[in-house]
């Protein structure tokens, strides 16, 4: 009975092999359609169309009636058009230098681009003597406006293209804490069956409890109520092996339980409790288990006492797990913080009720 990491034994998907190191991307993950890829010609059409609404109506604001709008809507649409099309081909041609760079850098050379345009839309006009003088500031402006418009439309267009993409990645992460599930709980079960037969067979009730929900159908999301009475089942069985060196605190909020979670994310963090908490200490350590409902936000907490001089190696593999889960399933509403202070070791999530 000396690996209590049940649930969260991390394998290598290609060799099967336990890993160190950060979790990799699969390959499917990493083939998604480019953000920037504005050539297609829908999103074409659409930018189109939405600039050109935008001309018609900003063309109202100085005219006198239909002849006036016309003329007016003819001439910033000389500018507008152009300039839209040298935004949407430049970023084109660069959509796959845009997909590698970090997020504020794809919004600074996009509006840099949109303000380029601006400015060649503005210098059309003035190199045909339709305006003078020529409004250059006006033109970028309006140019890094538009582009931050049209940028904020093609995020959300990938986003909305992306659900089997990241339904896929969910189940992936999910299915990395499962592998050697049935190997190293039995193992658990066998220690004690010879020398304490009535331990072992509390231990194996918790046990189908425990296979019971780790062997279920992936789902995409399950309550904070059912990981918390999976978390009570794990607990209950490293209760029996370290007996009084394990102490545990619930304080948990009713009103809270109905929150959605992906399936075993708490898990990994009361693993890494014992793992780095009780195990290594002769004394033991405390491992508390917090949720607490605060407006539209569920706070969970995971903390744990750490012994002097051990710190909590070793667990950025389950932490990353757990954090990248979050994310998938919540976006930015979903939060994950961990931190080790004056010897205790928290990992706090925060889920949108």
């Known amino acids: ?75 910033l649409t000389g500018a507008a058009l152009p300039g839209l099309l040298v935004w949407l081909l430049s970023v084109c041609l660069l959509k796959r230098l845009l997909d590698r760079l970090p997020h504020r850098a794809q919004w600074l050379v996009s509006l840099s681009l949109g303000i380029v345009a601006g400015l060649y839309g503005c210098g059309l006009l003035a190199w045909i003597g339709l305006v003078s003088p020529a409004p250059w500031v006006a033109s970028a402006a309006s140019g890094a406006l538009l582009a931050a418009m049209l940028t904020w439309s093609l995020f959300w267009r990938a986003r909305a293209r992306m659900p089997a993409s990241a339904a896929a990645r969910l189940a992936e992460l999910q299915a990395r804490i499962r592998p050697h599930f049935l ?19 509390r231990l194996l009730e918790d046990l189908s ?26 607990l209950a069985i490293e ?43 002769p004394s033991g350590a405390t491992v508390r288990i917090s949720t607490k409902r605060r407006g539209d936000m569920v706070v969970i907490k995971v903390t744990n006492t750490v012994p002097a001089g051990t710190g909590a190696k070793g667990n950025g593999l389950a932490l990353d797990n757990v954090r990248q889960r979050l994310s998938l399933l919540h976006d930015l509403e979903g939060r994950f913080q961990s931190a080790l202070v004056n010897g205790v070791f928290q990992a706090r999530l925060e889920i949108p009720f």
């Open 1 to 75: 009975m000396k690996d209590s990491r049940i649930l969260s034994s991390f394998l290598d998907l290609q060799s099967g092999r336990s890993r160190t190191g950060p979790a990799e991307l699969p390959e499917p993950a990493r083939m998604r359609p480019y953000v920037f890829d504005t050539c297609q010609p829908g999103v074409v059409l659409r930018a189109v169309v939405f600039v050109q609404a935008i001309v018609l109506v900003a063309s109202l604001f100085e005219t006198s009636g239909w002849m006036a709008w016309l003329l007016h809507a003819a001439t």
């Open 183 to 201: 190997f190293n709980t039995l193992n658990s079960a066998i220690a004690l069956v010879r020398d304490e037969p009535a331990k072992a067979e």
């Open 209 to 234: 409890e425990l296979f019971r929900h780790a062997l279920a159908d992936a789902k995409e999301a399950v309550t904070l109520r059912q990981e918390l009475d999976l978390a009570r089942h794990y």
């Open 239 to 281: 209760q029996i092996r370290f007996g009084e060196r394990l102490r545990i605190e619930w304080n948990i909020d009713d009103t809270a339980s109905r929150a959605k979670l992906p399936p075993l994310i708490l898990q990994p963090l009361v693993e890494n409790a014992i793992k780095h908490g009780v195990e290594p200490s």
